[in-house]
């Protein structure tokens, strides 16, 4: 069983920068793609950004291109998520899940390829 626990939300300025992170309490991470989402109220789940199992390949969304970075250590069995430049519109609750499909079937930009989610971590970014 996969159990993923975020953590390092907050509130930040705009233009400032915060750096979640995802762990699991349960099987090891190195063997499943990671993705991160976020929900902002009364708006759809979106897709952020996505990692392979490697961390050789990464795959964002165009909103967050350039200025949030996904990376992972398999050692430490922890996926982050860096994020600059933050804007207001970036303010939402942030979810990292993890998938069984890679790159090779999909592009992991959808909900439906991540069987396991975390709760989700808060990020405000005041204007």
């Known amino acids: 069983q996969v159990q993923l626990v975020e953590s390092g939300g907050g509130l930040v300025q705009a233009g400032g920068s915060l750096r979640l992170s995802c762990a699991s309490s349960?099987?090891?991470?190195?063997?499943?793609?990671m993705g991160w989402f976020r929900q902002a109220p009364g708006k759809e789940r979106e897709f952020v950004a996505a990692?392979?199992?490697?961390?050789?390949?990464?795959y964002y969304a165009d909103s967050v291109k350039g200025r949030f970075t996904i990376s992972r250590d398999n050692a430490k069995n922890t996926v982050y998520l860096q994020m600059n430049s933050l804007k207001p519109e970036d303010t939402a609750v942030y979810c990292c899940?993890?998938?069984?499909?890679?790159?090779?079937?999909?592009?992991?930009?959808?909900?439906?390829?991540?069987?396991?989610w975390g709760h989700g971590t808060q990020v405000t970014v005041s204007s």
């Open positions: 899940a993890a998938a069984r499909l890679s790159f090779s079937n999909t592009a992991l930009d959808t909900t439906r390829d991540y069987g396991y």
């Open positions: 349960g099987r090891t991470l190195s063997t499943y793609s």
């Open positions: 990692i392979s199992w490697s961390g050789g390949n990464t």
